[in-house]
């Protein structure tokens, strides 16, 4: 048996848990949430990374859809509110693939009946308005975990790609990780500085988790964990899920990047931009500059550290497809799971390992945040602290 035949094997006992996929954005940027214009029950290789059959044959057995808006939106409440009716339009259109999942009790109830397990986070703190009430609102829509930001602060957190300002969290942003305890919501730190992965950490008795993160000593960006972050998450008992965008896992990537991204700012475009108009802004540059090419091996190197830093018990999967214009060689979209799979096994991973690394670790950390969620509940009411209470 080979390698990738052997990966295929194990995914089908033990499949992906995806931390992060942007289908919900891609859907909305390019046809304004008509599915039927991108029905994903067929072939959407030509607009998207994601559909259901590349979803099966990459042996994808959950996700976390994220609802992911901008932080410069106008209404970014009522963009998230969207965000999570397109999750749940593809849940009903397509339920014999698509199961909700609210629980990691409904995750493996999903394995069990061969469907994807579909749950959501909601990628940014802009998306609470400063709103505790907000954030229960969104809980009880189905969201599961919050980042704390996305690319720019927010009042109460610093960011990774944004100057300090809170100096990682303020007293209101302990607030909220302490009321998403309470929820039984998970803590995501990808985004965020690493003076505030340090703060949510010390502030949250539940397990935290990086959605769609990699390792900085690996590849030297912001948006990567440092190395003592990664060596508290046994104590912590959260996951880390390596991502596979190119400019996060490969340093050359990075410095192209950088110059790719002033490029479309000289164009009047939005870095992130993914529209056709703005991709061919990128595709004018890279013929010019050809782009560095991350590997599947890329990404194991990430892997590879970051099981020496924090523990195999301790690493998931956050491939970010939908949300990157780039992928990596052998990764190109959600099929490629078991190339990943296939290479760590080379590397000298155990099958036992990978199953931690596709399924159970991530199954895990949902349960233990829902867990301590259940003891805060009986001794502790819902917090309506507000940010000018506390941050002055």
Same mark, same amino acid.
């Given at each position: 048996?080979?390698?990738?035949?052997?990966?295929?094997?194990?995914?089908?006992?033990?499949?992906?848990?995806? &931390?992060?996929?942007?289908?919900?954005?891609?859907?909305?940027?390019?046809? %304004?949430?008509?599915?039927?214009?991108?029905?994903?029950?067929?072939?959407?290789?030509?607009?998207?990374?994601?559909?259901?059959?590349?979803? *099966?044959?990459?042996?994808?057995?959950?996700? !976390?859809?994220?609802? !992911?808006?901008?932080?410069?939106?106008?209404?970014?409440?009522?963009?998230?509110?969207?965000?999570?009716?397109? #999750?749940?339009?593809?849940?009903?259109?397509?339920?014999?693939?698509? *199961?909700?999942?609210?629980?990691?009790?409904?995750?493996?109830?999903?394995?069990?009946?061969?469907?994807?397990? +579909?749950?959501?986070?909601?990628?940014?703190?802009?998306?609470?308005?400063? +709103?505790?009430?907000?954030?229960? &609102?969104?809980?009880?829509?189905?969201?599961?975990?919050?980042?704390?930001?996305?690319?720019?602060?927010?009042?109460?957190?610093?960011?990774?790609?944004? =100057?300090?300002?809170?100096?990682?969290?303020?007293?209101?942003?302990? $607030?909220?990780?302490? =009321?998403?305890?309470?929820?039984?919501?998970?803590?995501?730190?990808?985004?965020?500085?690493?003076?505030?992965?340090?703060?949510?950490?010390?502030?949250?008795?539940?397990?935290?988790?990086?959605?769609?993160?990699?390792?900085?000593?690996?590849?030297?960006?912001?948006?990567?964990?440092?190395?003592?972050?990664?060596?508290?998450?046994?104590?912590?008992?959260?996951?880390?899920?390596?991502?596979?965008?190119?400019?996060?896992?490969?340093?050359?990537?990075?410095?192209?990047?950088?110059?790719?991204?002033?490029?479309? %700012?000289?164009?009047?475009?939005?870095?992130?931009?993914?529209?056709?108009?703005?991709?061919?802004?990128?595709?004018?540059?890279?013929? *010019?500059?050809?782009?560095?090419?991350?590997?599947?091996?890329?990404?194991?190197?990430?892997?590879?550290?970051?099981? $020496?830093?924090?523990?195999?018990?301790?690493?998931?999967?956050?491939?970010? !497809?939908?949300?990157?214009?780039?992928?990596?060689?052998?990764?190109?979209?959600?099929?490629? !799971?078991?190339?990943?799979?296939?290479?760590?096994?080379?590397?000298?991973?155990?099958?036992?390992?990978?199953?931690?690394?596709?399924?159970?670790?991530?199954?895990? #950390?949902?349960?233990?945040?829902?867990?301590?969620?259940?003891?805060?509940?009986?001794? %502790?009411? +819902?917090?309506? #602290?507000?940010?000018?209470?506390?941050?002055?």
């Amino acid at each position: 048996m080979t390698s990738l035949e052997a990966a295929r094997e194990l995914l089908s006992e033990f499949p992906v848990v995806d &931390g992060h996929n942007d289908l919900p954005w891609a859907l909305r940027e390019q046809v %304004r949430y008509d599915l039927d214009a991108r029905d994903i029950a067929a072939d959407q290789s030509a607009h998207l990374h994601t559909d259901l059959p590349r979803l *099966r044959a990459g042996g994808v057995g959950a996700q !976390y859809w994220s609802v !992911y808006v901008r932080t410069d939106s106008p209404d970014p409440v009522a963009a998230t509110l969207e965000q999570i009716d397109c #999750v749940r339009q593809l849940l009903v259109r397509h339920p014999g693939d698509l *199961r909700p999942a609210l629980t990691a009790a409904d995750m493996e109830t999903a394995r069990g009946e061969g469907r994807i397990a +579909s749950l959501m986070g909601a990628e940014g703190g802009h998306s609470i308005a400063n +709103s505790l009430g907000t954030l229960r &609102g969104l809980y009880g829509l189905g969201v599961r975990y919050l980042t704390l930001t996305h690319n720019d602060n927010v009042d109460w957190a610093d960011s990774a790609t944004d =100057e300090p300002k809170a100096g990682g969290l303020t007293a209101f942003g302990r $607030e909220v990780v302490r =009321e998403m305890n309470r929820l039984g919501m998970l803590v995501d730190l990808s985004h965020v500085a690493a003076t505030t992965m340090r703060d949510a950490i010390d502030t949250s008795s539940a397990p935290v988790i990086f959605s769609h993160s990699s390792a900085r000593a690996v590849c030297d960006h912001p948006r990567n964990i440092p190395d003592d972050v990664l060596e508290r998450l046994p104590a912590n008992g959260g996951v880390a899920m390596v991502t596979f965008v190119p400019k996060f896992v490969l340093q050359a990537a990075v410095d192209w990047t950088a110059a790719a991204d002033e490029n479309m %700012r000289a164009h009047d475009f939005h870095p992130l931009d993914t529209t056709a108009e703005a991709m061919k802004v990128h595709r004018v540059f890279e013929e *010019r500059h050809p782009r560095p090419v991350a590997t599947v091996s890329t990404v194991a190197d990430h892997l590879d550290h970051m099981r $020496e830093a924090a523990g195999v018990d301790h690493l998931g999967i956050g491939g970010d !497809y939908d949300g990157t214009a780039f992928t990596p060689d052998g990764l190109s979209d959600v099929s490629g !799971y078991p190339n990943l799979l296939a290479e760590l096994l080379d590397r000298g991973w155990s099958k036992a390992d990978l199953a931690k690394l596709t399924w159970k670790n991530a199954v895990r #950390v949902l349960d233990a945040a829902q867990d301590v969620a259940r003891g805060l509940q009986a001794t %502790r009411s +819902s917090s309506n #602290v507000r940010i000018e209470d506390v941050d002055g």
